[in-house]
């Protein structure tokens, strides 16, 4: 979000390390990972037809091939980059006032399947359903807690875990994904609560996404 | 300015026009302004003027509910169809028994009329102070003011009627220099109490201390934690815990220990809506009387607060913890205060021969409710002590950190404490020496 960027969110939720020099240059994740925006799904929670500027729903790329590429914009902050706006500005209602919101975010779909990242898993944990989050106020350090897990142990998948979580660096986290499964496993996720801004404001968003399978990630923090 | 009025009437139509077997209305008014503010200018300047009234109905034990912002005669009618329309298609529930009935209720003077009156002009001034401390240093500010009131009041057919009204003034700031930040805060019914000065020049200081920060392995350390940071974390606690429903449920730490030590004895946690140095209305979201419930004393477990559905479960008095219906979450604490100790912080600090001061905690969330396992960043400031004194600023670290066995390791406890924003209205607490915090992972700034 380019106003979190440009320190307009700084006394809430902090700034952003994706900094504007970043731009085109930066590793985010490995190869395989791309990101889009796209706010003409239809029946996704973050669709809709035109940004409260009145700039159309459009679809554009975040992460390309692992790369940096784009931020979400708004009329408002776009020209800083010599841009047009992509349409990302929403309040949620009549007497707020727009700040750049997250669309449908989606990690896209690759060539793999769930079954078959498990069964080249040698020791792992299958991992679902988000239960907490936490990020600094860079964005860069993260530990999610999870509703419910499995061991995977040579191939299989084994033992329900209690209480699982894991955390990263943002990077570090995108840059060890191997893989992601394709187009008959991806599904848009809504969200229907994300906050932002002062006073507060929340956000119909959602995220399309496949299982993935991420290596050497840190697990069991504090148990 | 505060016309009372208007929500008496709002009330009285909703429940004379009602013909449920019990009716609960809840309206509210206010106006709210916010001043926003970033790179050292205002980005922001938003104010609003609302009104609602929600409506709760039961009929044979089916509960319905509905809301509008429109308070005119004809709106407030087809609410209550509407909220009744609802019950209709409701399942029972039998462990209804009744919507509460009238107990006295103190008055409470929670207004200034300076902070009603306070302009954008008069927040645009204040925030230009603010600049003018900070500025000269290069440093950078960024924050919220905000200034307002809201009146609230609730209604039943068992003759329930109270109304009340809070005025509140709000500021925020991070200040950030290159490699650092710094952040204060102050909340008060008054916006004259509101020291700008006092502000600008604390977190100028802690901003420029702050740069330059050196990276820190995680680990387990003794912290010092700022009034935020307690506020946060029993806020956390509270919320996990201390309410009835979380004890109905099996999900309270607290659960069958009434009696029992659970944290160090230096801990005492209570809520008093009526305390004066807490913004509470005298009464829950129910009109019932807010009672002070003592949820630990001296470290030993006493109580859980009730609203009226928890409380006809185990046959008790709602002890007014009631929030707005519906309402998932159970009876919940707004004005948390935690016992002081004897020490000035600065005196306390002295006794560190190796510790972790954190000015703030950043993005925490539980993890782990039943065991009270939380985690989040710190931020805005952190900082090694050595041998009593304050020596460097340290890179932000994680902690994931068990609250019940953190509170079991409080060795000591400031003399001052503040009033301070939380997930549950406000707390007002202390500096905490603790003598192991879990960190669990660091981040690069």
């Not at chain 2, 609802?86 to 039998?94: G, H, L, T, Y």
Request: neutral net charge; aromatic residues 8%.
């Amino acid at each position: 979000e380019f106003d979190r960027v440009l320190g307009m969110e700084a006394s809430f939720a902090g700034t952003s390390f994706l900094t504007i020099d970043k731009m085109s240059n930066f590793r985010y994740g490995s190869p395989i990972v791309n990101i889009n925006a796209d706010a003409t799904i239809p029946g996704a929670l973050g669709t809709f037809g035109y940004d409260d500027e009145g700039v159309p729903a459009q679809k554009f790329d975040i992460i390309k091939n692992g790369i940096f590429v784009g931020y979400l914009t708004s009329r408002e902050t776009a020209p800083v980059i010599g841009q047009k706006s992509n349409g990302c500005m929403r309040a949620d209602g009549w007497g707020k006032l727009p700040l750049i919101r997250m669309t449908n975010i989606n990690l896209l779909p690759g060539n793999s399947t769930l079954d078959q990242m498990i069964s080249e898993v040698k020791d792992g944990l299958y991992l679902a359903t988000n239960r907490s989050w936490s990020i600094d106020d860079k964005r860069l350090n993260f530990q999610f807690a999870t509703q419910v897990g499995w061991e995977i142990k040579n191939g299989k998948l084994g033992s329900m875990v209690k209480n699982p979580n894991y955390t990263g660096i943002t990077p570090d986290f995108w840059g060890s994904c191997d893989a992601i499964a394709g187009k008959k496993e991806w599904r848009v996720w809504g969200l229907p609560n994300c906050g932002k801004g002062e006073p507060m404001q929340v956000a119909h968003v959602a995220h399309g996404a496949a299982p993935a399978r991420f290596n050497n990630i840190k697990v069991g923090v504090g148990r | 300015m505060i016309d009372k009025q208007l929500i008496v009437n709002a009330l009285k139509a909703a429940i004379d026009y009602s013909k449920a077997d019990q009716t609960e209305v809840l309206a509210t008014s206010g106006s709210n302004a916010l001043t926003r503010f970033s790179n050292n200018q205002i980005h922001q300047n938003v104010s609003q003027t609302n009104m609602s009234i929600s409506v709760r109905t039961i009929i044979d034990k089916k509960i319905g509910y509905a809301s509008t912002n429109r308070l005119d005669e004809h709106s407030i009618k087809k609410t209550v169809d509407k909220s009744i329309e609802i019950a209709k298609f409701k399942q029972p529930d039998a462990e209804l028994v009744s919507l509460p009935t009238p107990k006295p209720i103190v008055t409470r003077d929670l207004i200034s009329n300076e902070t009603i009156s306070f302009s954008p002009m008069d927040r645009a001034k204040a925030i230009q102070k603010l600049m003018g401390i900070v500025e000269p240093q290069n440093l950078t500010a960024a924050g919220a003011f905000s200034t307002g009131y809201t009146i609230i009041g609730i209604a039943n057919s068992l003759g329930i009627l109270t109304v009340g009204a809070i005025s509140e003034a709000d500021l925020k700031t991070v200040v950030m220099a290159a490699t650092g930040s710094a952040y204060g805060s102050s909340v008060s019914i008054d916006v004259g109490s509101i020291d700008i000065e006092r502000i600008g020049r604390s977190v100028k200081k802690r901003a420029l201390d702050s740069q330059n920060p050196s990276d820190i392995d995680p680990g387990v350390y003794p912290v010092i934690l700022s009034p935020d940071a307690v506020a946060d974390m029993i806020s956390f606690l509270a919320f996990a815990g201390f309410g009835a429903l979380a004890k109905q449920e099996g999900r309270s730490f607290m659960g069958d220990r009434i009696g029992q030590q659970v944290v160090g004895s230096k801990v005492s946690i209570w809520d008093n809506a009526l305390d004066e140095n807490t913004i509470g209305l005298p009464f829950d979201f129910e009109g019932v009387p807010k009672q002070k419930v003592v949820f630990i004393e001296n470290g030993v477990a006493k109580a859980f607060c009730y609203d009226s559905y928890t409380a006809q479960k185990e046959s008790v008095e709602s002890t007014g913890h009631a929030l707005p219906a519906p309402n998932t979450y159970g009876p919940l604490p707004l004005n948390l205060i935690m016992a002081s100790g004897n020490t000035p912080i600065g005196e306390i600090i002295k006794t560190c021969e190796r510790a972790i001061l954190v000015n703030r905690f950043h993005y925490t969330n539980l993890e782990d409710p039943i065991r009270t396992i939380f985690t989040g960043m710190t931020r805005d400031g952190t900082f090694l002590i050595e041998n009593g004194k304050i020596k460097t600023p340290v890179k932000n670290l994680r902690f994931t950190q068990n609250i019940v066995e953190a509170l079991s390791q409080v060795e000591e406890l400031s003399s001052e404490r503040e009033l301070k924003d939380a997930i549950l209205g406000g707390a007002y607490v202390p500096w905490a020496k603790i003598a192991e915090f879990k960190f669990t992972g660091a981040t690069q700034f």
